[in-house]
């Protein structure tokens, strides 16, 4: 936890039971068990194409995999209306707890206790399978950390520091709760629309099977698949400063449903994510801000008890991570974090040597790459040929460095999602939203919030 920054673990997973996750094997083990597809088109152009714009259709694996073999259109059933060549699927997002809910002795093939969190395992972790192409937009996690494991295929992450928050450009629409997402197409960005883009540093790193990702607390990530298929398993842990951002979060979903819900809103204003099942109330989305402070009060309350009693010491220097609650808490379900989750100990802590070497490798800034062994590389070595399609004009060109470049080829794009205002544009409701919901200015108005209610 104190790394900071984003590695790779080489040889933390060889002897997980859930290497064997491939999609055939998972087919197999779900038996035919319908789930949810997002589809994209492979060629999006420059702008971010966020989930709202998506196609979606419930379907078995065993259907997911005719159709990216290949097979005739009438084995692919719901995909049939989609070719290949032209789009690209994703099973993303599934919670392996509701997925094998008839079989939980499938949680014990995830270990993450290998990782110091004791009793983790599949019952707090997700799953996300894919094509070729199949990505999520760049956006940041309001809470916790996360834990990647690739099990099949390659992976394509672009992360970006907390302290590059200003040149992603964030906007809360489409709205998700704990999801603020980027209007910049990282991978292909129109520096004349965004241009304070070109001030982000990349951290790129190509993520092979049997690799676990460590993802610090808000660094930026958009994710691409390489392979024809890939499954990978993550787990969000659960952090001390995650008691401010729910916080956030609430102030956030109660300012974004009064103003939409106030506005006469056209069909094709998609403003929610499909991930968010309703606009809640106004009196509910209060509940949720009060629930959210008073136990944010608490725990700061508890936790300076603790930094009194010296008791305490002992516990806190090997914290245990309390799980994950998956999907939204109701009000009243705003609980006071366990003393054991604490993880302010050792998160100050510097290490007193360099922890990377040939099986932990930090994730370098974009002009450079680190093969499995750790050691540095420029970026055109490890270049994909030009089949790999998936990094458009700018990765087949073999010059990463260009993603924050001035190169014409990039700013002659316009990127509709970052488009400049004009004198004679009118100022619309979204325009007002990013303002107002900009994580600083949130920021601010939490702080104030629970400085009011401290007194």
């Known amino acids: 936890m104190s790394l900071q920054k984003p590695a790779v673990f080489c040889n933390m997973a060889f002897d997980w039971p859930a290497l064997h996750w491939n999609a055939i094997y998972l087919a197999k083990l779900l038996a035919g068990k319908r789930m949810r597809f997002r589809i994209g088109m492979k060629d999006t152009g420059t702008a971010p194409l966020f989930e709202t714009e998506c196609s979606y259709v419930e379907a078995t694996l065993e ?3 005719a159709w ?8 692919c059933g719901p995909f049939s209306g989609y070719e290949l060549c032209k789009y690209w699927s994703y099973a993303d997002y599934k919670y392996i707890a509701r ?9 014990q093939d995830i270990r993450w206790s290998d990782f110091g969190f004791p009793e983790r395992n599949g019952r707090e972790s997700t799953l996300w399978i894919g094509s070729a192409r199949a990505n999520t937009p760049c956006h940041l996690d309001s809470y916790g950390c996360n834990l990647v494991l690739q099990v099949q295929g390659r992976k394509r992450w672009h992360l970006y520091p907390p302290e590059d928050s200003s040149f992603l450009y964030p906007t809360r629409i489409p709205y998700e709760e704990s999801s603020v997402f980027s209007r910049v197409n990282v991978v292909n960005p129109d520096l004349k629309s965004c241009p304070q883009f070109k001030k982000a540093k990349a951290h790129v790193v190509t993520l092979e099977p049997g690799q676990v990702l460590f993802v610090p607390r808000h660094w930026w990530h958009y994710v691409e698949s390489i392979d024809p298929i890939t499954v990978s398993i993550n787990s969000w842990i659960e952090l001390d400063a995650d008691h401010e951002a729910r916080v956030e979060e609430a102030i956030t979903r109660t300012l974004i449903c009064a103003i939409k819900s106030a506005e006469t809103t056209s069909a094709s204003d998609s403003w929610l994510n499909p991930t968010e099942v309703e606009v809640t109330s106004h009196e509910t989305n209060l509940q949720y801000v009060n629930g959210a402070v008073s136990a944010y009060l608490e725990h700061q309350k508890t936790s300076k008890i603790e930094d009194m009693d010296p008791r305490t010491e002992e ?4 914290p245990c991570k309390r799980k994950k609650v998956q999907g939204r808490s109701e009000p009243e379900g705003f609980q006071l974090m366990s003393r054991e989750s604490s993880l302010t100990a050792i998160q100050g802590k510097k290490l007193e040597k360099n922890p990377f070497g040939h099986n932990l490798f930090q994730v370098l800034p974009h002009f450079w790459e680190t093969d499995s062994t750790g050691s540095a590389e ?4 490890g270049s994909p040929n030009e089949n790999d399609e998936h990094f458009g004009k700018l990765h087949r060109a073999g010059k990463t460095s260009k993603v924050i470049g ?10 509709p999602g970052c488009s400049t205002i004009s004198p004679q544009a009118v100022i619309c409701t ?3 939203l990013d303002c107002v919901l900009n994580p600083q200015v949130i920021r601010l108005m939490a702080q104030l919030l629970i400085e009011r209610a401290s007194l």
């Open 63 to 65: 259907e997911f995999l």
């Open 68 to 75: 990216s073999g290949k097979q005739p259109s009438c084995s």
């Open 99 to 107: 997925l094998f809910e008839d079989k939980p002795e499938n949680f």
């Open 315 to 318: 516990v806190n220097q090997y």
């Open 378 to 381: 420029n970026d055109s070595k």
């Open 406 to 415: 001035d190169s014409g080829a990039l700013v002659d794009q316009k990127d």
């Open 430 to 432: 979204n325009d007002l």
